[in-house]
């Protein structure tokens, strides 16, 4: 039996149901823009932790970092993720690096590359500026970095136990959406309301 999770609500004004039916099916579809790109802070303190993450949204393919000579990397982790963002599907992955900055200076990245179906791509460069830190701002660095590195060891080994192609034959198996009216029917320029409804086949937690 299916067990009622959550709606997504859409408001149109159209000549008739069936033609909205066909609209909303054939948005939910389409995937928004490629994007490749890297972010981190423009300023960090001497020993901090901090996160370079690289960027890859509705592309796929093999990821070459920049040099990190002048970071420790402490550990790096990748996380996919997809979701529905102004009623396009979105495809997001996230490389992220978790670096200790270790020489005062300003310290500049050169670009990523992305090999994807035989095509490279580069990512913007960054430019990050490391900063002295006083007794009690390393204490508390030093903690931070601890923190900091437990969770990365904690998202690396989460991320190592996902597997895309059991979950999207998972999603085809447990999950069932529904298109839902407000009306069975409508005159012509008439506004209306329709959502989809999605059902579990199991429990879902943190939905």
Sequence with gaps: MYTY???????????????????????????????????????????????????????EGTVTPPKLDAFVVLANSSFKEIGIVNGSMTRVTKETYQLLAKTIGQHNLGTAQLVAKGTTYQSNAL??????????????????????????ERRQQQSSTLNMDNLQQQVQKDVFMRLVLSKSSVYKGEMLTAYYRIYFRQEVADV
């Design 5 to 59: 999770c959550r709606h997504i609500a859409y408001r149109a004004i159209l000549p008739a149901a069936c033609s909205l039916l066909v609209l909303l099916l054939a948005s939910s579809a389409v995937y928004g823009q490629r994007r490749f790109y890297m972010q981190a802070p423009a300023s960090v303190n001497q020993g901090q932790s901090f996160e370079l993450t690289i960027v890859l949204e509705n592309i």
């Design 127 to 152: 430019s990050i500026k490391v900063t002295a830190l006083s007794a009690a701002q390393k204490q508390q660095a030093q903690q931070q970095q601890n923190a900091s590195k437990a969770e990365a």
